[in-house]
């Protein structure tokens, strides 16, 4: 059988893997090289994948998360780490069952998978841009092949293609959501396009400016509908401040989770929507005030700004002084009990209005794509066309952080690879 896999990235490179076992696989790339946008995963580090048990992935999927259940068995976290092993890439381990390469390097993981598609023979062709993916009998027939370098097209034939160009995010990489216009013109339905794992703006610039460039580990942060009191995400972990909002794993995690929440627009445009941390989570309002007593008598000849050096972040103290109404210049002697009260009440419930989210270029992944209604979920086939397979970010699944999102590519490729016996 001739295969054709369109996409060099993670999920192309596990299709033509699977593939390639006993039949005649090209793998086609438009890039001058592969894996562009998996090089940069984990800030470089490459998250590869999570230690938790395979069965609890689905829990950390909010987009269509089922639909992945076959999949999963097809090609599990283990699964990878053994093949990424048996190219000589060696795992670790990290804080919320991460696993990283023990070198850090993204371009270690890259190069194993590249050293198996050569292994098992397949046809790595760079520089190509598929313009058109043939059919006939709505069966597919080959593609349609533009290289990059001279402009002359060529077609190839095969009796299966899979789609595994990735989703819009980071086009610099590649990823410009060229399958979803081949998919749309082959009669799938696309649904619609969002950044997910994406940073947060708030409303109030000039508060996130105050605090830019403050990094917050160890907080609890809860996403909010203050119209009826709802918890939209909640998390604890490390976050950042930034010019325009809110970074960070638990800002991007809740993202995900916030996309998806119904009259989204209209609430965030009236500030609904808020994020509420806790600076100081393993303190409860009672131990927090003790502190705070402690530090203020310490400090009762300073003026009040200048008392909460040991208690808080220094880029934040300002935030915390103007959101508590309490004048930064008043002695630490002068601060009433109702002061210290509105002082605790912000750093438990330090509060910052959402105004919407940053561009899909800054995603980490695309939400939407082809409706996994018509794809059938053990093979990864196109219930519409014959022969057209999906795998990856192309498919309308995304998860949190933590390596769901690669593992869902492996796994979805080796699926999408799979050809009877």
Do not use: W
């Amino acid at each position: 059988m001739k295969v054709i896999v369109i996409g060099g990235g993670p999920a192309g490179l596990l299709s033509a893997i699977e593939a390639a076992k006993g039949n005649e696989v090209i793998l086609l790339e438009k890039m001058e090289s592969l894996g562009k946008k998996l090089k940069i995963t984990g800030k470089g580090r490459c998250n590869i994948t999570s230690s938790l048990d395979i069965s609890e992935f689905i829990s950390n999927i909010p987009g269509n998360g089922k639909f992945l259940y076959s999949a999963f068995q097809n090609f599990t976290n283990k699964d990878i780490v053994q093949l990424l092993k048996e190219e000589g890439v060696e795992v670790k381990t990290e804080r919320g069952n991460r696993i990283f390469p023990v070198s850090d390097k993204a371009e270690d993981v890259l190069n194993a998978l590249i050293r198996r598609c050569k292994k098992e023979k397949v046809d790595i062709r760079t520089n190509q841009k598929v313009i058109k993916i043939l059919t006939k009998d709505n069966s597919v027939t080959g593609v349609v092949a533009e290289n990059r370098s001279t402009q002359k097209e060529e077609i190839l034939l095969a009796d299966k293609v899979i789609l595994a160009t990735g989703g819009r995010s980071y086009s610099s990489t590649g990823s410009t959501g060229d399958g979803y216009k081949f998919a749309k013109e082959l009669g799938h339905n696309i649904i619609p396009i969002k950044p997910s794992l994406v940073p947060l703006e708030c409303h109030d610039k000039k508060l996130c400016k105050m605090c830019q460039g403050l990094s917050l580990r160890n907080v609890e942060i809860q996403i909010k509908d203050s119209e009826n009191s709802k918890v939209i995400y909640e998390d604890f972990g490390e976050m950042l401040f930034t010019h325009f909002g809110v970074s960070g794993p638990t800002i991007l995690s809740g993202s995900a989770h916030l996309l998806r929440y119904k009259d989204l627009e209209e609430k965030l445009n009236k500030q609904k929507i808020k994020l509420v941390i806790d600076l100081k989570p393993a303190l409860d309002e009672e131990k927090l005030d003790a502190r705070i007593l402690r530090d203020f008598e310490e400090n009762k000849n300073k003026r009040f700004k200048n008392s909460l050096d040991k208690l808080l972040p220094q880029k934040i103290i300002e935030a915390v002084i103007l959101k508590s109404n309490i004048n930064p210049d008043k002695q630490v002697n002068e601060i009433t009990k109702e002061g210290r009260k509105a002082l605790i009440s912000q750093i438990k419930k330090f509060t910052v209005d959402i105004s919407g989210f940053r561009d899909i270029e800054e995603a980490i992944i695309t939400s939407g794509g082809v409706d996994t209604k018509e794809i059938n979920p053990k093979t990864m086939e196109s219930k519409i066309v014959k022969g057209l397979f999906f795998a990856g970010e192309i498919i309308d699944v995304d998860a949190y952080t933590g390596g769901f999102n690669l593992q869902i590519a492996y796994s979805t490729g080796t699926t999408a690879g799979k050809t009877s016996e």
